[in-house]
């Protein structure tokens, strides 16, 4: 199939009109609304019309058995002074910076290394995936285990190595660190998985040039490979930021927001006061203000990375 | 000219990879294996002394572990094949055709990925009681077909075909939904293949929606009878960590054999030059 | 290619939406049997909810299966999820119009579902139960401003696990009644590499290989404040409590012992996960936990009894809870009646619910019910055992899940070795913005 796209694999992911193509003349607005169809109505049904309907409890107060009653901005006035709400911001807020370097970077390289030629790497390729598709409640419960301050894997090695025994999951300073490490753990392979499929779209020829020009590898990987990948890592970036911060499972599993309110984080939060102080509104509340925040990141994300997107 | 890294080297970083992704799976299992006071024994030990199934005949015996696996099953490859036919029509119209709104019809699916199932579950839940739905498998398998990512990735893969093969079938005479059935969809294979693993598995390890949508235990998905065995906070019975973890194992080795049965497709999808045409 | 897709999607919607397997039913509340009139109660299936798992799971589905065999006219579905998760249910499902027939849940949440309006107090009236029956502080939890709003099932508290082995290998021959003793018999048990016990110089406490006394450090941990304060003749919640004050030195001095145990006297180890299975384990030589866990004794190799909790100050207190059975506000009167069958059946048969290790609240049933290894501790405790109010804000304040202002409290303390005044201070502090709010 003949191939005039010359910007590589950029076209792929981005959403840029190829150069040298007209655009379509003349709406297709009748074929479009067959094909939309379907998916829009589950869509509108099932996902649309129950977050707008959340959004609207945040301007309200409910306790689930009663009646709504509309209060306005009260909601966002409480968590103005509410300290939880601070503590739950700067612990997502946290959580995100532990989490995304190593998610994108060890991705990437773990990327290139089964993008190289060797035996075995689709092994090592299905094994990164492992953990990705395991069930939250799964990793939770075994991690919960390998933590555990007196019979826990980890402790017993660091104490034959001559180190102290660590407070996973009781300390407070600590209980942060060690569900990032999990979630690091379990989300590696789907970046990096995410990351392959965008380094192969690379076109080899690009890279043959380099070498006939004395690029050295890293040079090739700097000037050639990152700018070409930029797409792939935008999407990865967001996607990753999204689930970081809306990450729920394995929090409820393992901390259920302590110790103290450590582990407290935006969606914790909203789970506690939604379904278990039944306030709704206030529940939905934070879910505005997680929805808020992740724009705001995104906005800033699209802005350095500089993709180019056609919203 | 350009220095080869050694294959020992490769294999060496190859086996530590896998070490690591591994370790905690392989741990969990040798300890499910062990009577529970060799469990909780110091220090510990990766052969157990007392080799024992009693953990896992327990979760069988106890629990309707089986149901639990049989209706995840229906739900996930339902709810996957529903989103599968409805978002490669609604991505390849929003990836390829010019109408008035496709922008933001676009932006309003995508910004539904920053609202999570918790802002949603209440009203979703109260629309589901009111017709009746709730705890049958439809109650878990619509709200899955709203699925955005896969909208996210088959619209940046569709826009990113070229329009010449396009072009070249309208000459030919060919109407928008042959081109679309014939020519673009044997073409996305790959993408295709990656939104129906990425999919499947996100059906099947959802949690928090199957915990409020179903009432009987029988009818529970896996991920929710699973969270059972890690008790609660708030009941007082601690969790015996040998059946919680058997019933773990057994979770891994069901995820897996689903996982690697699709697995192929997926593997092929990225090795048959991924996402260019 | 599309055309099997298609095929396939409509086969699995069409499947999926009319299929459901068992347990599809009773969506809507409408009784499966006949609804025909007259005074005898006609066939109805109701809902159950519990918040139970592990053993105590079994044995509620063991009882709800006996009733169930048992007769023809009441048919019980019981649902048990942990208990949070059961609550959103039972008020989601009762803002639907689908409420659940009989919910369970504990003395001190039953604030909450009375100040929302959801439960039904006529119900439980025309029970006719007898209060004499039941074991006073269980009765007087179900009650809210001389209302009452349930039939308690069975009472839990806390008492002191021993192991009689270690016991002896340490030279004590009684488990500790108070302070002097707890803290003395603690140092002895708790050993270190060398073999050394805490109260020997050259302890090496940071080499412990046994340690004397053991207990959880989330809520349970404030549950023993709780206590410690009680038995400093001190209590500042009650059930209609707007705000708190609460006295500094005694809640310090609740707070100071227990952060001892751990810090000073090292007697006990910081951040323990499971003193049960601590114990279980022969690392531990006591532990305060519940009689919840009798049941799981049976395999234990060693010789083990229980005590009565340390009275440390002044009088006998200890922490306790009640489980009891409500009918919420439930429009069809068939199912009322329904439920309040089963609710007697449960409550006069509630001896086979003593097998998990459960007090039950019917003293009728409690004098049928076998004597678990170890129960005799807990009973022995009735007379002095205390309750948290069943206050609207209860849940909040108490509640086991961050964030909660007795979980920060207990942890600051038993985890973090704050100062006692500060963290009674940030307690009260806490408290009153929940009771306020």
């Known amino acids: 199939m003949p191939n005039t796209q010359t910007n590589g694999g950029t076209a792929a992911l981005g959403l840029k009109r190829p150069k040298g193509t007209k655009p379509l003349r003349g709406s297709q607005g009748k074929i479009a609304v067959l094909f939309l169809l379907p998916y829009l109505a589950v869509f509108t049904v099932f996902r649309l019309g129950p977050s707008i309907a959340g959004i609207f409890i945040s301007f309200c107060k409910w306790d689930l058995a009663g009646s709504l009653s509309f209060i306005g901005l009260d909601n966002f006035k409480r968590m103005l002074t509410d300290s939880n709400f601070h503590i739950s911001i700067i612990n997502t807020l946290v959580f995100f910076v532990l989490t995304l370097p190593p998610l994108i970077i060890f991705s990437l390289l773990l990327a290139a290394f089964f993008n190289m030629k060797m035996r075995g790497r689709n092994v090592g390729r299905t094994v990164a995936i492992i953990p990705y598709v395991l069930i939250p409640a799964v990793v939770g419960i075994i991690w919960n285990w390998m933590y555990d301050n007196n019979f826990g894997i980890l402790n017993y090695y660091l104490k034959k190595m001559g180190g102290p025994s660590v407070q996973w999951l009781t300390n407070e300073h600590m209980a942060l660190t060690s569900v990032a490490i999990v979630i690091v753990w379990s989300f590696l392979g789907y970046n990096t998985v995410l990351f392959l499929a965008g380094l192969q779209g690379i076109s080899k020829e690009l890279y043959e040039a380099a070498r006939i020009d004395g690029a050295t590898r890293f040079q090739t990987f700097i000037k050639i490979t990152l700018p070409l990948l930029k797409p792939t890592t935008s999407m990865v970036v967001t996607l990753t930021m999204v689930n970081t911060v809306q990450l729920f499972d394995q929090i409820f599993v393992m901390t259920n927001g302590g110790p103290g309110t450590s582990t407290l984080t935006m969606v914790q939060y909203l789970y506690t006061s939604a379904f278990q102080n039944y306030e709704m509104g206030y529940g939905s509340a934070i879910e505005v203000a997680v929805l808020i925040i992740l724009i705001i990141m995104i906005f800033i994300q699209n802005k350095l990375l500089k993709v180019d997107e056609e919203v | ?277 | 290619m599309r055309k099997i897709f298609a095929i396939l999607a409509t086969v699995a919607m069409s499947f999926s939406v009319f299929s459901g397997c068992s347990g599809n039913n009773a969506q809507s509340g409408t009784p499966s049997g006949a609804s025909g009139g007259g005074a005898a109660l006609s066939a109805a299936t109701i809902n159950y909810y519990g918040g139970w798992t592990g053993a105590d799971l079994d044995k509620m589905n063991a009882l709800v299966k006996k009733f169930n065999a048992g007769q023809s006219a009441v048919q019980v579905k019981f649902t048990s999820l942990q208990w949070s998760q059961m609550f959103t249910k039972f008020l989601a499902d009762y803002q639907a119009g689908a409420t659940p027939d009989v919910v369970a849940m504990h003395t001190f949440e039953v604030g909450q579902f009375v100040d929302m309006g959801v439960l039904d107090s006529d119900a439980i009236k025309n029970l006719n139960l007898d209060a004499d029956n039941y074991i006073k502080t269980a009765w007087d939890g179900t009650m809210m401003n001389n209302v009452q709003y349930g039939v308690p099932l069975d009472v839990n508290m806390h008492a002191l696990y021993y192991n009689k082995d270690l016991f002896k290998k340490a030279g004590i021959s009684n488990p500790p009644v108070n302070k002097a003793e707890l803290i003395a018999d603690a140092q002895k048990l708790t050993l270190d590499a060398n073999g050394k016990n805490a109260s020997e110089s050259g302890f090496d406490s940071s080499n412990i290989k046994q340690y004397g006394y053991g207990f959880l450090q989330n809520h349970h941990g404030f549950y023993q404040i709780f206590a410690l304060m009680n038995q400093q003749g001190y209590n500042p919640f009650t059930d209609s409590m707007t705000s708190v004050s609460l006295d500094s030195k005694k809640t310090s001095d609740a707070f100071q012992f227990l952060e001892d145990l751990i810090y000073k006297y090292k007697v006990t180890p910081a951040g323990e996960k499971s003193p049960i299975d601590d114990f279980k384990a022969g690392t531990v030589a006591m532990v305060v936990d519940g009689n919840w866990q009798l049941s799981g004794l049976s395999s234990v190799k060693f010789a083990w009894d229980t005590a009565a909790y340390p009275r440390i100050f002044d009088q006998k207190a200890v922490w306790g809870a009640s489980e009891m059975l409500t009918i919420p506000k439930n429009k069809d009167a068939n199912k009322v009646k329904a439920a309040q069958t089963f609710i007697k059946w449960l409550s006069d048969n509630s001896a086979q619910w003593a097998l998990s290790g459960q007090i039950p609240a019917n003293l009728k049933a409690l004098k049928l019910s076998t004597k678990m290894q170890g129960m005799d501790a807990y009973t022995s405790e009735l007379d002095y055992v205390k309750f948290l109010p069943a206050n609207k804000k209860s849940v909040k304040v108490f509640s086991s899940s961050a964030p909660s202002p007795i979980l920060t409290a207990a942890q600051n303390a038993m985890l973090n070795h704050k100062n006692p005044a500060e963290i009674t201070k940030q307690l009260e502090n806490d408290i009153n913005k929940i009771l306020a709010g």
């Not at chain 2, 055709?97 to 009203?123: C, K, S």
């Not at chain 2, 693993?197 to 199957?210: E, G, V």
């Open chain 2, 1 to 277: 000219m350009k220095k080869k890294i050694k294959p020992g080297l490769k294999y060496l970083l190859l086996v530590a990879v896998c070490v690591v992704f591994l370790f905690p799976l392989v741990w969990a299992f040798v300890c499910s294996v062990k009577p529970e006071a060799e469990i909780l024994s110091y220090p510990p030990r990766w052969v157990p002394k007392t080799f024992t199934l009693s953990n896992y005949t327990t979760v069988l015996q106890k629990y309707p572990y089986l149901s639990w696996g049989v209706n995840s099953l229906i739900t996930s490859i339902a709810g996957t094949l529903l989103i599968l036919f409805l978002a490669s029509l609604a991505a390849y119209a929003l990836g390829r055709f010019h109408f008035r709104g496709r922008n933001l019809i676009y932006g309003t699916i995508v910004t539904m990925l920053l609202i999570p199932i918790q802002a949603y579950m209440i009203p979703l839940y109260l629309m589901c009681a009111k017709v009746g739905m709730l705890n049958t498998y439809g109650s878990i398998i619509f709200p899955s077909a709203a699925n955005v990512t896969s909208i996210f990735i088959l619209t940046s893969f569709f826009k990113g075909l070229p329009r010449e093969l396009e072009e070249a079938a309208r000459i030919d005479g060919c109407g928008e939904f042959t081109i679309f059935a014939k020519i673009m969809l044997p073409l996305s294979k790959p993408a295709l293949s990656t939104v129906t693993i990425l999919t499947f598995i996100a059906n099947w390890n959802s949690f928090l929606w199957p915990m409020i949508a179903i009432r009987s235990d029988k009818m529970l998905t896996l991920p929710v009878g699973i969270a059972q065995f890690m008790g609660s906070v708030n009941s007082n019975a601690q969790f015996q960590y040998g059946t919680a973890l058997a019933a773990c194992c057994m979770a891994i080795i069901s995820t897996m054999i689903v996982f690697l049965l699709l697995q192929r497709y997926f593997v092929e999808g990225i090795a048959t030059s991924g996402i260019k045409g």
